[in-house]
């Protein structure tokens, strides 16, 4: 597994909120510019790289990258967290009346599209695990579904990859 891919989405928040602790200067604009058409860009090919992704243990790889990813992402859901209540908590000022609720639901919407391009390793492994026969019709479905909920999408990633991991040790490796 060419690992460049899941370790820049592990990755790709973080440097996206450095262009915004950049000092003002003639080049900042043209930096968050290129972050907001990177991003799309860095999404797709993750998305694109995990539908394409084969070999022998693919859906052990794939979990494995879904649990890493999401647990680095960790830290930047919580500072956007805080950065949300902050938002709203200034809107007692007149000038982020209208500003606020609009930049938490931006910070929202990208919250929620990064844990959905996230999960997407964790989708293709359970899918592909239920091919192999490593999990149930059940287990799958229930676990694909608490992939795109905050929080339970993390506990999620940790229970599907320690249970592949276990069906992998127990020499049943398909």
């Known amino acids: 597994m060419k690992k460049q891919y899941p370790i820049l989405l592990a990755v790709w928040p973080y440097l996206s909120f450095l262009t915004v602790l950049i000092p ?34 693919a859906f052990y790889q794939l979990a494995f990258w879904n649990m890493v990813v999401k647990l680095c992402h960790i830290p930047f859901y919580l500072i956007t967290a805080l950065i949300g209540v902050l938002l709203l908590l200034v809107m007692v ?18 919250n929620y599209l990064l844990m959905a391009v996230t ?3 964790g989708v293709s492994a359970l899918l592909r695990a239920k091919a192999a026969g490593v999990v149930s019709r ?18 999620s990633s940790v229970y599907v990859f320690c249970r592949i991991k276990k069906f992998r040790k127990s020499g049943q490796d398909a």
Request: aromatic share 16%; glycine share 4%.
């Open 93 to 110: 000022v007149p000038a982020f009346i209208f500003a606020s609720p609009i930049l938490v639901l931006i910070l929202t919407a990208s």
């Open 24 to 57: 003002t200067g003639q080049h900042t604009p043209f930096l968050w510019i290129a972050c907001i058409l990177a991003t799309p860009v860095i999404y797709i090919m993750n998305i694109i790289y995990v539908c394409r992704f084969r070999g022998e243990g």
């Open 138 to 155: 059940k287990c799958m479905i229930a676990n694909i579904i608490l992939h795109f909920f905050f929080v339970l999408d993390v506990a």
């Open 119 to 121: 999960s997407a390793y």
